[in-house]
């Protein structure tokens, strides 16, 4: 029987494993890079936007692919990394540069890395549940939750370093927890590297690891397991602190003071007609409201809430219906043969709101239902940590259940504080820098796969409700499957402005195409001409290079042609949009491509 109940996790395993990388693969390639992807192209290459490093080619009148494509040095890929992202990510675009030497460079294998990354964190899920809540199902349920998370879907979908560091940061918790249970040399090497890779992968990963340090504040009384801990921490902050000394990193904190100054600025003077969107003064008003829906999307039984929601009574009603059934259930969930009344309460109670509710009646159900699912989870958890593993009564029967229940209630606290602290750290932030413009969910994204641990344990409680109770909360939360449905399929109609970034489907990649025609239609002698948007220094000291016009789109066109590629090539800085092939022996203008509202 047990052979058997492996194979059929396995089965469930492998099969929520496809269903997760299916959807993340369905329309990877759909759309167009925009603009942090073309960073992510640029830098992966050891190109500075807007050519900071490469004078000696877009300065001559004319230039060619080969010029462009000269050898680059590290010391190019470091600059390239401070002027496209502020240092961040060095570990990132090596891993891209690797990637692209073998697979190329199209949108859809600059973004496979992020993909394969994303799959993976849901396999490194179940691995982990299963390792430590020592429970397949709840494993199962776990990945299942996190393959159709529209947040793991969209970023699995965008070539930046985000699915790389939620796996990373996850590995990490994973091997921590393994070091709490026994101390091993290559765990704490595994769990140094670990946290090099990921801070240099994404500079706020750390708040994963501070987590790990409140944790081990709170629980851990070994000091030989202290100091090894602390050792490969210091280690590892050490290797990272290198970057900041010697690398790109020495440019981070003043490039951050910059911007928060900028933000702030903006904040206080024009927050609604900036280039850069809605920039409030950090306010603890202000902040609430933009924190809303970033706490309520990070739930999937609640995702969409925080920004579909609107009234305070109809929000006031769902909230207390949801509590009173709460009440019902609690009380009265462990009743084997009830009183009909009691058997319809819930579906009553919830189905009331349903005619009251002024718009949006169904999301207001979701919310109705949300009360009682966070119920339901801290049911699960009293539950596990109350539950015996044997019916024996000697001393050390009672001690293992003591051990367990102690264990559960810890891996517990480690969750909720993976769940909340990042989100925390980033509203922090926000109230010191003095703007809003940084609170957005894919900074504090690394909470992701242990909420999915939380929403498993609730689904898992929900199984052991009566009928009765179950059924009402299973369909209020088969509408927010709709609803989540609705999402994945904005994501993939690239309508969808929180995951995709923009509220209309891009086009496929102009530059990539403009490539292809220029490779195609080519003479000897011709000349290719690339516009060169108006472009707006913000900073003399960060943005501005030796041309006062944008090289930006001739760099990307020149990514995709060939290496040693000898085309004729200029900039006609009177020219916005258009780039054209000016054919040597008619004079004629041909047209490649029109940029015009379609840089993204």
Known sequence: ?????????????????????????????????????????LISQGVCLEGANQQDVFSKPIFTPAEFWQPKTFADFVEANIRGDIGNSPAYYGVLWCWINVFGMSDLAIRFPSLIFSTLTVLLLFVFVRTHFQNER????????????????AYAQVARNYSMTFFLTLLATHVFLLLMRQRSTGLLLAYGLILVTSVLSHYLAITVFLCHGIYAVLYLRNTRTWLSLATAGAAGLGLVSLWFVFGGGKYTFFTLNYQAEFYRNIALTNPTGSPFGLILPATIPNITVRAVPIFADLFVFTNGLGAALTGLKNAGLALALGGISTFLIHRFQRDNNPAIWLKISVLAVLAFGLPIYSVVPFRFLVLSVAPVFVYLIGRYVADQIRATKSQQHDSQAVRVEKIESILFARLTVLLLLLTFVPTLFLLFMAWRSGHTFGITQRYSGFSFPYVCVLVAMGLRQLTRLPWWFSAPIGAGLAVQAVFVVQVLSSIYAGKNGKYTQFEKPRLKNPYWASAQTIQEQYAPGDTVVYPSMNRVIYSEKIDKTTFPYAILDAQLVNVYLPKTAQYSQRIDANEQDNIVLIKAKSGQKQPIFDLKENRY
């Open 1 to 41: 029987m047990a052979q058997l109940a492996n194979r059929n996790t396995r089965l469930i395993l492998g099969s929520i494993l496809l269903f997760a990388f299916a959807l993340r693969l369905y329309n990877a390639d759909r759309y167009g890079l925009f603009f942090d992807e073309k960073s992510t192209l």
């Open 138 to 153: 709840l494993a199962l349920l776990a990945a299942g939750v996190a393959a159709i998370e529209p947040f793991f879907v």
